[in-house]
């Protein structure tokens, strides 16, 4: 079991930054991917970030030039830094990681961009 504890959500005026936190813990042997997907009310959730073991980054075109994704192997911890935030950016942002088992998932934490 892996669990992954998410912090640094909030609220925030637009044109601000936020960075948010995601670390696993437990039976963690290998991992793999790690990044970032968020969900808003009323839609699907999107993929914002992910982030390979050896660094290599992939961005939603929505967030480019914006966010920034980056990762601790050794504190095995994912990072979304996000600056000239958006209203349209409101939503529950989700971390996950790959192992060589199943995706594991965060439990959201809310990002609330006032205009």
């Known amino acids: 079991q892996v669990q992954l504890v998410e912090s640094g959500g909030g609220l925030v005026q637009a044109g601000g930054s936020l960075r948010l936190s995601c670390a696993a813990s437990?039976?963690?042997?290998?991992?793999?991917?790690m990044g970032w997907y968020r969900q808003a009310p009323g839609k699907q959730r999107e993929l914002v970030a992910t982030?390979?073991?050896?660094?290599?980054?992939n961005y939603a075109d929505s967030v480019k030039g914006r966010f920034t994704i980056s990762r601790d192997n050794a504190k095995n911890t994912v990072y979304l830094q996000m600056n000239s935030l958006k209203p349209e950016d409101t939503a529950v942002y989700y971390c996950?990681?790959?192992?060589?088992?199943?995706?594991?998932w965060g439990q959201g934490t809310q990002v609330t961009v006032s205009s």
């Open positions: 982030i390979t073991t050896g660094g290599s980054r």
């Open positions: 437990g039976r963690i042997f290998s991992l793999h991917a």
């Open positions: 996950y990681v790959d192992s060589a088992g199943p995706r594991w």
